[in-house]
């Protein structure tokens, strides 16, 4: 079973800019595709980004153009490049190897305004 676990979260004001990882072990290879998530006070977990293992991309509409996803594979790790933040981004963000169902614990990030 693949483990993530996502780091890089804090908080950060409107305007500026965080990097969170998602670090995998236990698969021998590198993932396929990995997703980012994020989930809100009091609101439904959403779908942020995807990679897949050629580098192809799909973005939610809420962060196109300002949230970038990449990948390293030597590393196995996931990155969530977040610019622009605004105080909706305010979540606890998670990544997601959808093929196993696997979760990381999650990482808060808090914009302030």
């Known amino acids: 079973q693949v483990q993530l676990v996502e780091s890089g979260g804090g908080l950060v004001q409107a305007g500026g800019s965080l990097r969170l990882s998602c670090a995998a072990s236990?698969?021998?290879?590198?993932?396929?595709?990995v997703a980012w998530y994020r989930q809100a006070p009091g609101k439904q977990r959403e779908f942020i980004a995807r990679i897949f293992s050629l580098g192809s991309t799909v973005y939610a509409d809420s962060v196109k153009g300002r949230f970038t996803v990449s990948r390293d594979h030597a590393k196995n790790t996931v990155y969530l490049q977040m610019n622009s933040l605004k105080p909706e981004d305010t979540a606890v963000y998670y990544c997601?190897?959808?093929?196993?169902?696997?979760w990381g614990q999650g990482t808060q990030v808090t914009v302030s305004s």
């Open positions: 236990g698969s021998g290879f590198s993932l396929p595709v």
């Open positions: 997601n190897y959808p093929i196993q169902g696997s």
